[in-house]
């Protein structure tokens, strides 16, 4: 029987939400100061010079050798003014440090069209993730389905995760910890929109790790 060993903590009451104007990925954070190890402050919103937010994945060598399955799932508007707008919904890895992060692109939706604008969209990315100290690699599986489409059929990850690290190693000074307070890595979901439109909006109701 599976349980939860991590939880974002949103809902459909309380959601993680993002928006606005830009092209770029937008990272959903935190509504709430929650991390292991850390003491941080709400809004907690992940960005290329700061990993605070992120959902952890937990350290001391818990999830060495164990299958991690991970659920993200939300909605997003394309603003009604768009044509024809571009979406991408994705699950990354984040590695690193907390100030100097690297996203990597585990689950994808890929660029897509979603067919209408001016309405709302469900997303469902379910990535079974594993990997070990030895191997240092994180592989698995994605897959990703909007409203009743399956958008990404079942296959490999986009990319994998190399170097890491699921607790202490060595001893003394030669221990290897990770960046982000003892966690091998953190996940995180982001959505790009392909067009710049300050109604363009997306919210994350559920994101956890099982295993």
Known sequence: MSQ??????VNGLLPSTVGGTGTTVKYFGRNVAFAQGATWTSPLVPSSTNANGVLLVPGDN??????MVVTAAGSYFPASAATSESVEVALYG???TLTS?????LATSGSFTPGADGVSYNFTIIATLMGTTASGVVGGNQYVIINNTIQTSLAALTNSLTGIVFGQSGSGSNQVQSGLGGAPFGLVVGITFG????????????FVIEA
């Open 4 to 9: 939860i060993v991590a939880d974002f903590q």
């Open 101 to 105: 992060p690297t996203y990597t692109k």
């Open 62 to 67: 818990k999830m060495n050798g164990q299958k």
């Open 94 to 96: 984040v590695t690193g």
């Open 195 to 206: 067009s710049s439109f300050s109604t363009n909006a997306a919210s994350l109701n559920e």
